[in-house]
């Protein structure tokens, strides 16, 4: 009998499996017993504190807008779990979502392999684009990189790594380089990878790529990014593009984008400039910095000191005489009381958000680091979007809180239809 979706998500949600547990083995046998799917893939792997994500958003709207059939694996989800799973920016459908995991999960406990959530998805993700006979994947870690379960691949086409910060101390230590070294273990034995000269982990990414016999490619030119005419763009070359996602930060982004796409095409792959350009004027990573102009609600996922930085700034330039009403969440795991010092300015309205996920942090503790901040429930923050009409409303810190507001909102009709949440996230 075939599992249902619902019935799929409850078994990789069960306590045993909601639990970070960093190694290959688990994810190895597994895949031994599945005939390794993730061997017969041209993979992407990319790796970083900040930017991953949106890097990895983009590499796939340009590979796909050339023509390839190109597969996405991302996390964390912000609705449904199958948003972590794409081809050609289309979510895996459901019940073969439900279908892969009931195999798997059958084929585990025949074995005796007891797999975490992540590597559920990371299996269920290596078989679907193996059975879909992708082009090429684009692999984002889920936390770290050498012990991540992503990792297990033997080979790639090129590793990428992005902006580089203090984030996961307590699993992936307490300095840049420690961190840098734990994203450096992506680079597999005479596989290129990609890096900025101005990553603060450049120096330790560079001794691990020497010492794996790998070419370290840097990008050769800056991008700009601004807006003009209520339109945003980038500059790259002294051509102008339209470019359809707001934040100063995706210059950095869009430099490692330009230089992977110049290295594909090195190698043999076709990119041309008219996917490039169509791909960037489309493209969408859902809550980083994606303005909703008819709530003038701006969502965000900032959750580490570094990217509450980049997200202050790019405000300031994007907003910058418009009056801040924050509604914030945070995991305990974070730096939550540094990112809120960051973020929320004196004459700013704050309010904290409750949700109901592991490691949350209560309104209570939030309070007693920003005193001035308001508890908000749900309906109250309907009724704040639905009457606004000059502030910007700023959801941002925890994915799990925004995906939280989302649900609920879908669930009690405050979004009318799917439509209309889809074009929110």
Not at 103 to 131: G, M, P, Q, W
Not at 153 to 169: G, M
Not at 287 to 298: D, H, S
């Amino acid at each position: 009998m075939n599992l249902s979706y619902e019935k799929a998500v409850e078994m990789i949600t069960s306590r045993e499996k909601f639990h970070i547990c960093l190694g290959l083995d688990r994810i190895s046998k597994i895949l031994k017993l599945m005939g390794n799917p993730q061997n017969n893939l041209k993979i992407i792997h990319v790796a970083g504190t900040n930017g991953k994500g949106s890097v990895c958003a983009i590499l796939s709207k340009i590979l796909t807008c050339a023509g390839y059939k190109t597969g996405l694996y991302t996390s964390p989800h912000i609705l449904e779990y199958n948003e972590r799973i794409k081809i050609n920016q289309i979510n895996i459908p459901q019940q073969d979502f439900a279908n892969i995991l009931q195999d798997i999960s059958e084929l585990a406990k025949r074995n005796d392999v007891y797999l975490t959530e992540f590597e559920l998805l990371t299996a269920c993700a290596f078989k679907y684009f193996a059975d879909k006979e992708t082009d090429i994947c684009i692999l984002e870690t889920g936390l770290g990189g050498r012990f991540d379960a992503t990792n297990v691949i033997e080979k790639n086409i090129l590793s990428v790594i992005t902006s580089i910060s203090l984030d996961h101390v307590d699993r992936l230590g307490d300095t840049i380089e420690k961190i840098a070294y734990e994203k450096a273990g992506i680079i597999k034995k005479g596989c290129p990878v990609l890096i900025d000269k101005d990553n603060r982990g450049y120096s330790t990414v560079c001794e691990v790529a020497n010492k794996n016999n790998s070419e370290i490619v840097n990008p050769k030119h800056s991008v700009d990014v601004f807006f003009e005419n209520k339109k945003n763009y980038a500059l790259y070359e002294d051509k102008k593009y339209e470019f359809n996602m707001l934040g100063l930060w995706q210059a950095q982004n869009l430099k490692l984008v330009f230089a992977c796409i110049e290295y594909l095409n090195s190698i043999g792959y076709d990119i041309n400039q008219k996917s490039v350009e169509k791909a960037l004027k489309y493209v969408n990573w859902i809550c980083r910095m994606q303005y909703i102009p008819k709530y003038n609600l701006l969502i965000d996922g900032t959750h580490n000191p570094d990217g509450a930085r980049v997200l202050r700034e790019s405000l300031d330039y994007y907003f910058p005489d418009t009056k801040r009403v924050w509604v914030y969440g945070s995991l305990s795991t974070k730096d939550y009381a540094q990112v809120m010092k960051i973020l929320f300015k004196e004459e700013d309205e704050v309010y904290f958000y409750n949700f109901d996920y592991p490691n949350s942090v209560s309104y209570e503790d939030l309070k007693k680091v920003y005193s001035k901040g308001l508890f908000i429930k749900q309906k109250e923050l309907e009724y704040l979007l639905a009457e606004n009409k000059e502030s910007l409303i700023i959801v941002s810190g925890s994915f799990y809180m925004i995906g939280s507001i989302l649900q609920s909102g879908k669930n009690n009709g405050f979004f009318q239809n799917i439509a209309e949440l889809d074009n929110i996230i």
